[in-house]
Every structure is written in structure tokens, then in C-alpha cells.
């Protein structure tokens, strides 16, 4: 019988550990879920080997790799290259894609755009909108696709830097966000995104739905949090986001490998 290499061996057993939503769902209530993007070979193995239960393929892609001001420059193939990328690592957590900006205005894009993520790899996708976006939620559900929430700041939205800011301190935003929520779960989706969503409110939300809420920059009583991969290792030559939070600083780390190398190569022509 012939042996397997080691990479076959581990790529077998982290698919037989393989974290479900069915899971995902049980913590509700029990334990802090933890998501972090991933958006390549390298990334995807290092965030696979943490304890966070979901990994997202994030249209952060965008601003954190490709170059791009805002996430709505984003198209279907970047996510898909990112995708097969991560997924290649044998993946163990819950791979969650974003379905990017213009790909999920109507039905029939959804589910072939949606489709395209799940066979690159991905276990379910992630759209933005609330009650506007019900119909596509639950025809997606419906055509066995697993599907993440997002409301409050919508990130493809965004055309200015002066969109981001807290939602939910008014009462009309705190009513809109709060019907959203309710109406993205009724629609079959199996967790929610809130993005700067005022703390109180998250709470509020947290606590109406069954499913769990994951929050990025919503303060700490949702079921979870979300963070970008680059921000919490370092590695941008950009202000991090206040919600953010810096573990390390491998951009300096980075450069600093950089230089040295392009010193020893002066050096030796020297000598």
C-alpha cells in the first residue's frame, strides 16, 4: 500500500476536524467566536493554525493587497484567485467568501456568482444588506448556499472615507439597523456581520437574534469579532482603523529584511 507524504496526511486530517456551520451556530451563547480574513496560500495556512473558528476570504482583498481605495473595485475573479488560493491550504475552519461589489444585484447573478466561490472552495459567502437584499438571501439559502450577513456600514458602499462612522445613535438608525437584522435571519442566514454598529445597539441585536452576530468595530457584546489579517499582524504601510488592534509590526520587520539584504549586496561588491 503506498504511504502518504506528510502535506496529503494533514490535508486529510484537517478536513476530517472540518468546522461546520451547524457549529458555528451552537456557540451562540457559549463561546466568542473568532473570524479572520485570509487572502492567500500564506495567510490562509498561518490563520488555519490559530484557534479562530471562521476564516473570510474578505473583499478587504482590495485595500490590503491589490492596491485599491475602496472595496467596490473588487471583481468575482479576484475572489476567486484569493479563494483557491487559501483553500488549497486544506482548510479546517469555516471558509466564508465575500461576494463582491455588482455580483449579487439580482437572483440569477447571485446564485453563479455565489456558485463560482463554493466550488473554489469556499463553505459559504458574504453579502451586504438587510431588507433590501431578503429575496436574494433566501433564494440562495434555498439553492443550498450557506450565507453570512453584513449590515450596518456596508463597505462597498463606501465612495468616501467620511462614510465610516458609527451607526444606531439615532432613532430612525437604530430602527432601520434592527429590521435589517431580524430580517436577514428570517431569510435563512446562519450568522450576521455588524460593522460600526453602536455598541448598545449590537447588544440588542445580539440578544434578538438566534443566530450569532460577529462584530467589527460594534463593541464586545456581539458573539464574536471579525478582524483584518493585515492589521492585526502589522503588515500595511497604512493608519490602522480605531477598532483595530496591532499585535505586531511585520511591515517594519519587513523593510528592515529588505535593507539589509540590498546592504550585504553593496558589501560584497565591495570586498
Known amino acids: 500500500m503506498e504511504r502518504l507524504d506528510l502535506s496529503t496526511m494533514l490535508f486529510i486530517e484537517k478536513k476530517m476536524d472540518k468546522i461546520s456551520i451547524k457549529y ?6 457559549t463561546k466568542k467566536i473568532s473570524m479572520i480574513t485570509a487572502y492567500d496560500f500564506v495567510s490562509g495556512y498561518i490563520v488555519n493554525n490559530s484557534q479562530a473558528e471562521m476564516i473570510l476570504i474578505g473583499d478587504s482583498l482590495g485595500t490590503t ?6 472595496t467596490n473595485k473588487v471583481k468575482i475573479d479576484h475572489m476567486l484567485i484569493a479563494t483557491e488560493a487559501v483553500s488549497r491550504v486544506g482548510i479546517s475552519k469555516l471558509l466564508v467568501s465575500d461576494l463582491p461589489y455588482d455580483t449579487y444585484n439580482n437572483k440569477e447573478d447571485a446564485f453563479r456568482n455565489a456558485s463560482s466561490l463554493i466550488n473554489s472552495g469556499a463553505d459559504a459567502v458574504k453579502l451586504e444588506g438587510g431588507i433590501e437584499k431578503v429575496e436574494i438571501i433566501k433564494f440562495l439559502v434555498d439553492n443550498k448556499i450557506p450565507v ?8 462597498q458602499s463606501a465612495k468616501t472615507f467620511e462614510y465610516y462612522k458609527i451607526l444606531g445613535k439615532k432613532n430612525e438608525e437604530v430602527n432601520q439597523i434592527l429590521d435589517d437584522a431580524l430580517a436577514v435571519e428570517s431569510a435563512g442566514a446562519f450568522s450576521l456581520v455588524l460593522e460600526l454598529v453602536h455598541r448598545n445597539l449590537s447588544k440588542k441585536i445580539t440578544n434578538a437574534l438566534s443566530i450569532p452576530t460577529i462584530g467589527i468595530g460594534s463593541g464586545d457584546d456581539t458573539d464574536g469579532q471579525v478582524q483584518v489579517y493585515n492589521d492585526l499582524i502589522g503588515y500595511s504601510p497604512y493608519k490602522l482603523p480605531n477598532h483595530a488592534k496591532k499585535y505586531n509590526n511585520l511591515f517594519d520587520s519587513a523593510q528592515e529584511a529588505i535593507d ?11 570586498n
Open 65 to 70: 493587497t491589490l492596491g485599491f481605495d475602496f
Open 260 to 270: 539589509k539584504f540590498v546592504n550585504d549586496t553593496e558589501n560584497e561588491n565591495k
Open 148 to 155: 453570512m450577513g453584513h449590515i450596518g456600514i456596508k463597505p
Open 24 to 29: 458555528i451556530k451552537e456557540l451562540k451563547n
